[in-house]
């Protein structure tokens, strides 16, 4: 918050900063307006440091709701909405959250009377913003009146105890191998990742970012919100990343000059965009799954666009490599950004590379699990394990070869999933792709590789990779042909649910 203050002092009050698809742009000054009237409404009852539940898409009332709650010392935890009542109900147990804020036109459009239920079944009292709006008198607005005008004195005091290394915001896994678990950052930690980022690349107040992922992700709040938001840079919130034939006709509309996503939905947008949908756009980067070639070449070639790939984790606040304009390797993640020591442990079976392991400013304070709840969990020695095998050249260049959970033992032998699923993607780079491992009684593991493709055939799969002069191991044992590859709210393949669909089919 105290950043908010002053991205507000080194531009204007007037700046306009924040704008969604009610067309309605907001300046500082209504920011914190907005952040102190709703925030001294949402935190009645609740004591200083309490953890409080936000069940909100990508739009204005989203960002207050955020940084009200840190005018007044609370702490946000973003919840995933995209995972299903249970992994919520379980999130909200593990962080300590009895009380989560939403809103009942979201609930509505977005089809989750269903998960509202669960949620206040299992005794966590639900509040919706429309309600509270209600609620709210001219006492309390004249109150945040006041206090934008003298906003420093006002968070002083609204909210005396401060700290640097307490948690900021809590956010959740995804859950792609495992059930989801609560991740503190603090202050320091996203802080430091947004000022590690920024001293990457190149922006300024004239720059527009397009935020189309969602802020319960790391990468669509910190990157997509607060690093422009703090830095005095205009933000764009778009409610869903799926809606491939309306995004780019918003990017166009917005004149946005920045965006963020992930290889999924960027594959999407370029299906139905329009050549100069895209022709404000400087930057354009890339995380969450792997890059694919099919889509860096359409992106380059029919809109003149380069993707910047990276990497992260949301136990990294989330960016822990990047390539930039000045900096860029295609194939790779980029050179780690500043401030990040590392080391690559050895994987038994595996020749090139080494498990990575990150130490930094950036690296959360902890977990919170389920099965501990309230207890926070921090990394021994304030050293991450990503739980990836990555090989980093001479030049500091870091290219991912797979997750250390995602490589099947075949024969002895150790195959990566990921690059069985590139073979695949190489082949028929039109389709989507991914691939599972099932136990196999007489080789150990056997892949299996589902596909959109209606004429996927293990026999081509396998000619394609004899004339490529890729190992046999490498050719999944079975093929299945799918309408689509599930997948998770922030872009993710699921694959929790890949296995369930492989397990089903075999």
């Not at 209600?134 to 401060?162: D, H, Q, V």
């Not at 404000?280 to 029919?302: D, M, N, P």
């Not at 990276?310 to 500043?338: I, R």
């Not at 050895?346 to 690296?363: F, S, T, Y």
Request: hydrophobic share 40%; aromatic share 10%; with cysteine.
């Amino acid at each position: 918050f105290q950043s908010l203050l002053d991205a507000r002092d080194f531009t204007s009050p007037k700046h306009l900063v924040l704008e969604d698809i009610e067309r309605n742009p907001v300046s500082y000054r209504r920011t914190l307006i907005g952040s102190f009237v709703l925030g001294r409404a949402m935190t009645r009852g609740t004591d200083h440091g309490a953890h409080v539940g936000l069940l909100l898409p990508n739009a204005v009332a989203a960002v207050l709701a955020f940084f009200g709650l840190h005018a007044w010392g609370r702490v946000p935890a973003m919840l995933t909405f995209t995972t299903g009542s249970s992994n919520m109900i379980n999130g909200c147990k593990a962080s300590g959250v009895s009380l989560v804020y939403t809103s009942r036109r979201f609930i509505e459009m977005g089809k989750l009377e269903e998960v509202a239920a669960a949620i206040e079944a299992a005794g966590i009292r639900l509040v919706y913003l429309e309600d509270l709006k209600e609620e709210i008198g001219g006492g309390t607005k004249l109150l945040g009146m006041i206090a934008s005008f003298a906003p420093r004195l006002s968070y002083w005091l609204c909210c005396r105890n401060r700290d640097p290394e307490g948690p900021g915001v809590i956010l959740f896994t995804s859950g792609t191998e495992g059930s989801p678990k609560g991740v503190v950052l603090s202050h320091t930690n996203i802080q430091a990742n947004r000022y590690q980022v920024s001293s990457m690349i190149d922006f300024g107040p004239t720059d527009i970012v397009f935020n189309v992922l969602p802020v319960f992700h790391s990468f669509g709040l910190t990157c997509g919100t607060l690093l422009p938001l703090l830095s005095g840079i205009k933000v764009f919130l778009y409610p869903s990343p799926l809606h491939y034939r309306i995004v780019p006709e918003m990017v166009y509309e917005t004149n946005a000059t920045i965006m963020f996503g992930t290889d999924t939905f960027l594959a999407g947008y370029a299906r139905f965009a329009n050549p100069y949908d895209f022709y404000s756009i400087r930057y354009v980067f890339t995380g969450a799954e792997k890059l694919k070639e099919e889509t860096r070449k359409v992106w380059s070639e029919r809109y003149g666009v380069r993707i910047f790939e990276g990497y992260g984790a949301t136990e990294t606040a989330p960016v822990l490599a990047m390539n930039s304009p000045m900096h860029n390797q295609v194939g790779s993640v980029g050179k780690l950004v500043p401030g990040i020591e590392y080391r690559l442990d050895a994987v038994p079976g595996i020749k090139e590379g080494g498990r990575l392991q990150v130490h930094g400013p950036n690296i959360m304070s902890g977990y919170l699990r389920i099965e501990d709840p309230g207890q926070l969990q921090p990394p021994k020695d304030n050293w991450y394990d990503t739980g990836d095998i990555v090989t980093i050249d001479e030049a500091g260049y870091v290219t991912i070869q797979g997750r250390a959970k995602r490589f099947a033992k075949i024969a002895g032998e150790m195959v990566s999933l990921a690059a069985v699923e590139g073979v695949a993607a190489k082949l028929w780079p039109d389709y989507q792709h991914a691939v599972a491992a099932v136990p196999d009684p007489k080789k150990g593991e056997q892949l299996v590789l589902v596909s959109t493709n209606p004429d996927a055939s293990r026999d081509a799969l396998s000619t394609y990779a004899r004339e490529q002069g890729i190992a046999a191991l490498s050719v999944p044992a079975k093929v299945i042909v799918a309408d689509e590859i599930p997948v998770l709210g922030t872009g993710k393949t699921d694959y929790r649910g890949l296995q369930k669909i492989v397990e089903g089919a075999i």
